[in-house]
């Protein structure tokens, strides 16, 4: 299934798995990680979902169609 939304709650705590695994979809911001604008979500399945696995606070989510 395609993933067509990302979107990062609130308690980052800046430790940058989700940029080191899929940099296209993810940056460290002033206020933690976010999502970055207009990221083009295709093709990116396998490593979004392996970053909302592998951060510690689990608060990376994602929807699909």
Known sequence: MAIVRVWVEEGCTECGV???????????????VEVIEGADLAGKEESIKEAKEECPIE???????
């Open 59 to 65: 608060i990376i989510m994602f929807e699909e169609e």
């Open 18 to 32: 989700c940029e080191e695994t899929c940099p296209e979809v993810f940056r460290l911001g002033d206020d933690g």
